[in-house]
């Protein structure tokens, strides 16, 4: 198993985009947070975010939630050029040919994948926790406080290893960089939302229109408003966020269904 | 010991059937031609048996199935291109070859040394010319000594210069007593380093075998005298003389290899025949190949 996880190392640590990914996540993710001191809201919101994004336990959501588009972004393009990389340089083919099994090589792209999602789930626990430690305030310290949302760790790592293996499928699919980070912006921003809103509501107006594999990620660390904006709807019979436990059930199935295809496409294709 | 064996192999790509019912048995220690035209059937043939493109139907085993399908491990291989991580220098590319072959100590200052490129050890797969990719392939494909070698058109896009290196290269791995097959459009080539031939054309195999035996050693001789009636009379029934057709106030023979020069001028000159020309070359291979292909 290490032995895999080195041959991925060995061909990222040198690779210049992927240490740009690296430090945009390191520096973006803690940076995206300190915009909130700049926020100034006056106008009667249900959030403060000069302090809401600082302290316990919400800033396990708030940071969250910018993970979430550091994760979509930084992670997912990681796990894209991951595979686009080896079609375009033919490198898989040459691995192959070297003796690497094409299982094998899936291998230590999934074992790379979730070792990357564990680091970033870790880099995020970190930082809200330091983060949060920095803006104790005046309000007494309660350890039930700073780990309300501590369930935010394990659904940050989920939502990190759904967006890289959507990313994966992608990639092995196109087999073309450009190609393949364009149907994962186009699929995530307009195709899924079109399937949503338009196709799926017109047949069924319930939860189930959540249920898309994106959305369903998403919903990992959710914007902390849309939560309010749920219980709004809610009150008409209707809503639209998915549960914690909804979200990572349906994450799971699709993380699953994307490793299989992948490792079914990698398996079977010529190279 | 059998290195490689292919029964009927089969590839189409659509309505072209790429490789066609192919055999073959490639025996350890020999260095192996693929020989046939661009787009014959060569390098789909070499990407069957190295597991990268799969066939719809037949079969082959490598080394008598003794690795199962860690086969490849024991190969080394240059298949069309050169592909590395551009990135990444020679040295860095190499050690993830060895990496895969799990090369403990893959000496690869050393095969950098073989293949003349110790100089550049170190500068990025990008900033190489053809040459040097080319050179580096066959670099990747000496990682932890492999039993067998495949070389697909490794003097493809070369100067003459490069042409040279690489099959002096070539040539000096041969003669360590390698098994290696080399694909191949350029019959000099094929000639100059194989010891067996297997020629086919589109994804067909024409023939097979030793290399002096399919592309034979017969030898050429245009010989002319004053009497061209008589003396073709007398050589018509000389041992040794297969055909003999006139061109250009000459005759022009095929010959076997014992038959010698000083051999046809006792001939002539007991016959009374005086010869004014006489020049003995081997039969151009080209036209060995084109009769081999032609008939299809």
């Excluded at chain 1, 003796?99 to 999602?117: C, I, N, P």
């Excluded at chain 2, 100590?105 to 100089?119: F, K, R, Y």
């Amino acid at each position: 198993m290490l032995h895999l996880l080195k041959l991925e190392w060995l061909k990222q640590k040198d690779y210049i985009l992927f240490k740009l990914l690296v430090a945009a996540y390191l520096i973006f993710l803690p940076a995206t947070l300190f915009i909130g001191k700049k926020m100034q809201l006056d106008v009667g919101a249900p959030i403060n975010p000069a302090k809401d994004f600082f302290v316990f336990p919400t800033i396990w959501e708030w940071l969250g939630y910018f993970g979430n588009w550091m994760g979509y972004f930084v992670l997912g393009f990681m796990a894209v050029l991951m595979v686009t990389n080896e079609y375009s340089n033919k490198t898989l083919r040459q691995n192959v040919i070297a003796g690497l099994q094409r299982t094998d090589f899936f291998k230590s792209k999934l074992l790379f994948m979730t070792v990357v999602a564990t680091v970033a789930t870790v880099y995020y626990a970190t930082c809200a926790l330091v983060i949060g430690l920095f803006h104790l305030g005046d309000d007494s310290l309660y350890f039930s406080t700073v780990f309300k949302n501590i369930d935010y760790v394990p659904r940050f790592w989920l939502m990190s290893m759904g967006y890289m293996s959507f990313g994966l499928l992608v990639g092995l699919l196109t087999k073309k960089t450009g190609i393949a980070l364009f149907l994962y912006l186009a699929y995530s921003m307009v195709i899924e939302s079109i399937l949503r809103w338009v196709v799926h509501l017109y047949f069924f107006k319930n939860i189930t229109m959540s249920l898309y594999p994106l959305n369903a990620m998403e919903d990992l660390a959710p914007l902390p408003v849309a939560e309010m904006a749920n219980d709004l709807l809610k009150q008409h019979g209707f809503r639209m966020l998915l549960t914690p436990m909804e979200a990572a059930l349906a994450s799971s199935f699709y993380i699953a269904l994307f490793l299989y295809f992948s490792y079914k496409r990698l398996k079977n294709s010529d190279l | 010991m059998q290195v490689l064996q292919i029964q009927g192999l089969t590839k189409r790509y659509g309505a072209i059937t790429a490789v066609n019912n192919l055999h073959l048995e490639i025996q350890s220690g020999s260095v192996y031609g693929i020989l046939g035209p661009n787009g014959s059937g060569k390098t789909t043939t070499l990407s069957m048996v190295l597991g990268i493109v799969g066939a719809d139907s037949g079969s082959f085993s490598w080394f008598g199935d003794k690795y199962g399908d860690q086969e490849r491990m024991h190969i080394g291989a240059l298949l069309e291109t050169p592909n590395f991580y551009p990135y990444l220098s020679p040295v860095k590319n190499l050690e993830i070859t060895a990496h895969i072959k799990r090369v403990a100590s893959p000496g690869i200052d050393q095969i950098l040394e073989i293949v003349n490129l110790a100089h550049r050890r170190d500068s990025a797969f990008s900033t190489f010319s053809f040459g040097m990719k080319q050179r580096l392939a066959i670099a990747a494909a000496l990682v932890g000594d492999p039993e067998v070698l495949i070389l697909d058109e490794p003097t493809n896009g070369l100067d003459p210069q490069g042409i040279a290196e690489v099959r002096e290269i070539i040539k000096r791995i041969a003669n360590n007593g390698k098994t290696i097959i080399m694909a191949s459009h350029i019959l000099d080539e094929v000639e100059k380093v194989c010891s067996h031939v297997a020629i086919i054309k589109r994804g067909k195999l024409l023939a097979n075998g030793e290399v002096g035996a399919i592309l034979s050693n017969d030898r050429q001789v245009d010989i002319s005298a004053g009497d061209l009636v008589r003396l073709r009379e007398v050589l018509a029934n000389f041992p040794g003389v297969k055909s003999i057709s006139e061109k250009d106030k000459m005759l022009q023979l095929q010959v076997g290899t014992e038959l010698t020069a000083a051999e046809l001028n006792k001939l002539a000159f007991d016959n009374g025949l005086i010869i004014s020309h006489l020049v003995m070359k081997p039969k151009s291979l080209e036209a060995e190949f084109l009769e081999i292909t032609a008939g299809t």
